[in-house]
Nanobody
C-alpha cells in the first residue's frame, strides 16, 4: 500500500521560509509524477508545483520565483522550498503522486500539512 507522509509545515512570519517534505512508502515505480497542492481556507484545492519523473517542473503563477520543487528518486521523496512567504500562502498543503506505470494511472494523496503565514 502506498503512503505519503508530509512534514515541515508550521507557523511562519511573512517573508519567512519553510521547506515541506513528502516521503512516499510502499510499492511505487519510477514512472511517476510528484507535486504539491494546497487548499486555502474556504477555497478549492489548487496546484502549487509539480515535477515529472524526468525532473521537468511547473509552477502556479502564485509561487513562481518564490517556491522550488525538487525530488530525490532514490529516496522517493519530494520537497517544496517556500521562500518570501505571504499571508495568502496560508493553506493546508498536500503531497500528490501519480503513478504512470499503471493503466489507468494511480493517484495518491498525503494527509496534508498546515502552513500558516502570519505576524
Amino acid at each position: 500500500q502506498v503512503q505519503l507522509v508530509e512534514s515541515g509545515g508550521g507557523l511562519v512570519q511573512p517573508g519567512g521560509s519553510l521547506r515541506l517534505s513528502c516521503a512516499v512508502s510502499g510499492t511505487i515505480f519510477s514512472r511517476n509524477d510528484m507535486g504539491w497542492y494546497r487548499q486555502p481556507p474556504g477555497k478549492e484545492r489548487e496546484l502549487v508545483a509539480g515535477v515529472t519523473m524526468s525532473g521537468r517542473t511547473n509552477y502556479a503563477e502564485s509561487g513562481k520565483g518564490r517556491f522550488t520543487i525538487s525530488r530525490v528518486n532514490a529516496k522517493n521523496t519530494v520537497y517544496l522550498q517556500m521562500d518570501s512567504l505571504k499571508p495568502e500562502d496560508t493553506a493546508v498543503y498536500y503531497c500528490n503522486v501519480v503513478d504512470r506505470s499503471r493503466f489507468p494511472p494511480a493517484e495518491y494523496w498525503g494527509q496534508g500539512t498546515q502552513v500558516t503565514v502570519s505576524s
